[in-house]
């Protein structure tokens, strides 16, 4: 069963542009959520998303924004990018979402903001 | 609200010492536990749960961990450590009114030969 995958691996970014990421689950897996990663910060939760529909959210500004397909797929955004948002951004994916689901995580998309 | 505490940003222990790190959590109500591995440029990956089954929960490569709702604490643990091991690991809580994790700041364990 092929894992989660999130494209793009790396991204490099100006102040102010916007940026999309995806996130493809794991066959059968109809949560998603999403993560940034900072070494100050650690793993902070941005948003789940669940059957299209975002079941839970972060302390993250109207800025962070995503979505999610009928075929579970997802995409965050991020508009008008700050220095600030540079970060490994990782999904996680589960079954059923239920909270003692295990959630599988994908390799992460580092964004840097120059 | 839920939150969970890593003691020690930084683990450093020899070959086949013990592995020793620590997890304290808070919440309201009953938790679920996780402890999860990352390895450089990877994402994390489950090492055990804690689900309010038994609290002695064993889980892959040799790792163990302890739920104890007194202490609200949820060690990890393993007996040897392999220089195999070195990584950074992360608790994390949810609980069944949320479906939300929270993670600690994580720690990073160092094996020196």
């Known amino acids: 069963k092929a894992g989660v995958t999130q494209t793009p691996r790396y991204l490099i970014k100006t102040r102010g542009q916007q940026v999309t990421l995806s996130c493809s689950p794991i066959s059968g897996h109809r949560s998603v959520s999403w993560y940034q990663q900072t070494p100050g910060q650690g793993l902070q939760f941005l948003f789940e998303y669940f059957s299209e529909t975002q079941r839970n959210k972060g302390n993250f500004p109207g800025r962070f924004s995503g979505r999610q397909f009928s075929n579970s797929r997802s995409e965050m955004n991020v508009s008008t990018l700050e220095l600030g948002d540079s970060a490994l951004y990782l999904c996680?994916?589960?079954?059923?979402?239920?909270?003692?689901?295990?959630?599988?995580f994908g390799p992460g998309t580092r964004l840097t903001v120059l | 609200a839920q939150s969970v505490t890593q003691l020690g940003s930084h683990v450093s222990v020899s070959e086949g010492a013990l592995v020793l790190l620590r997890c304290n959590y808070s919440s309201s109500v009953p938790p679920y536990l996780f402890w999860y591995v990352q390895y450089p440029n990877q994402g994390l990956q489950l090492l055990l749960k804690?689900?309010?089954?038994?609290?002695l929960v064993k889980g892959i490569n040799g790792f163990e961990a302890e739920f104890k709702k007194s202490e609200t604490s949820f060690h990890l643990t393993k007996p040897s450590a392999h220089m195999s091991d070195a990584a950074e690991y992360f608790c994390a809580v949810s609980t069944n009114t949320g479906n939300q994790f929270y993670f600690g700041t994580g720690t990073s364990l160092t094996v020196i030969p």
């Open positions: 996680a994916t589960s079954s059923g979402g239920q909270s003692t689901d295990t959630q599988y």
């Open positions: 804690y689900t309010s089954a038994a609290t």
